[in-house]
């Protein structure tokens, strides 16, 4: 039993239907207008509001309900609540659905799966005590796409258009779960790649969290009084900031080993301009800004990335 | 003798003719042709490419002729010039010119003058070996518009319009002098306001140069093999990172004490959130983040400051 093709898949379901979700949701309603998309999540306002702005045809009141049926079923809630979701769903899923997740870190996302859905491959596994869903159907995906402001109210159907996603499929993943994954995306307008989960959190711990956490220390650590007068430096420098705080508890702790290993390359480079500073050495200085400013230069928007929409982790 | 009414300004010369100055230049000029308007710099490219542009109507060829009939003077090259330029100056200048700068930061601004122009005011003096031109006419500002990109082929005409130019008078500073000033900037279509030379520098020390400071530090501590993957997170919290070095080696170097003490108030807000990550503290953590999250959201865009146009520091 393998999963269906893009054109054979008749339901989707979302689990948890805010930016991420609802904007999947309200994206492949449009592209593929035969198929029926269920939610399920814990807020009913969220669902009604998914119903009424066209993203959903239908609410389920219970999670077995919502998985059921489902083809396809893209697990969009906090990274923190990943795994629970997952254990709670698998023993209603049907064998041949794909199953994706949309967290912002990987390796933990490859590790949950492994224990909740692992098991049904082991061979002392009773068949009666566990679904028939197999691990090879969980495809991890990362969608390079988000703004500041979450929730189902931000949710736009061309969230993804152009923009990049990152599949981290581990050596127990099927192709065919892979290819449907990757048309899924391509139909909501998304580029997609591949990397393995590690390399994945390396490059998100550097280029994504990293950066927020570093928002988030700013933003705690400045003089509030001083705030108002901020340009658009500030206004730049610090937009991560106001990310969603659940949402970024639960990434900012999932790939805390990388984070805590990258920020001290952070802050040897700080200490680097802090030394130049306390001795007045401002040839060093002027090196130091000279390097950082090159390689900031160098840096170029990647080519679906260079349109207005805003882009987060 | 006190300095002209902004309607009686004939000539103006322009000290540096980048961004800053040649912005200023093509403001003036639209907004008082019947004004001249004359640099000096460095480089004869630059002013050349200034004189094409039609922001000066003439190029001098020394300092001394660019500042002998000139009314008014601006004085914008990196900070770290800006005492020699004055002191360059000052025996040419008419008793009646208003001269200012336009550098970031101002305590240090109000000592150069002080230093270079304070003399002309102690009995003691020589009228024969100093110039008449008298420290009540030098006027500290800082325009807070700019952009990442400097040098005068980025010069606009517009760059002021709607900006804030911060006044950082002292108590040496003649109340006509301040009046000119601020008729200038609010010809080029800024709102001018006024606050003491160290309220300035702890103000931008803490919205501006801190920010950089840290942008720069972690341009040059995150690996270089995963910025490719970037996505507007990234773009917007690094893009002061590329500003330009000796523009910024001055700033932060002169500003360096406000900056030091601040950038301890940020170390102690980062190692709450690492040792929250450390110890595995999600409760703690998303408190962190909470407040984190909650002062940017309430930080409003400055009135003047919020249409397209980009501003730093």
Known sequence: MTVLALHAVRRVAIIGCGLIGGSFALAIRKARPEITVTAYGRSQTTLQEALRMGAITDVSS??????????????????????????????????????????????????????????????????????????????????????????????EGDLYANRLVILTPSSATAAPAISLATALWEAVGARVIQMDADTHDHVFGAVSHLPHLLAFAYMNGVDPSTIAMGGTGFQDFTRIAGSDPVVWRDILSTNRTEILAQVQGFEQALAQLKSALTEGDTVQLQTLITQASAQRKAWRVPAPLSDSNAIDD
């Open 62 to 155: 219970s999670l077995p309900d919502a998985v059921r049926d489902a083809d396809v079923v893209l697990i969009s809630v906090p990274v923190g609540a990943t795994h629970e979701t997952l254990s709670s769903m698998r023993a209603h899923l049907k064998p041949t659905a794909l199953v994706m997740d949309a967290g912002s870190t990987k390796a933990d996302m490859v590790a949950t799966a492994q224990t909740v859905l692992g098991e049904n491959m082991a061979s002392g596994a009773s068949p009666e005590a566990t679904s028939h869903f197999p691990l090879s159907h969980f495809v991890p995906a990362h969608p390079i796409a988000g703004k500041e402001k979450a929730g189902i109210a931000h949710a």
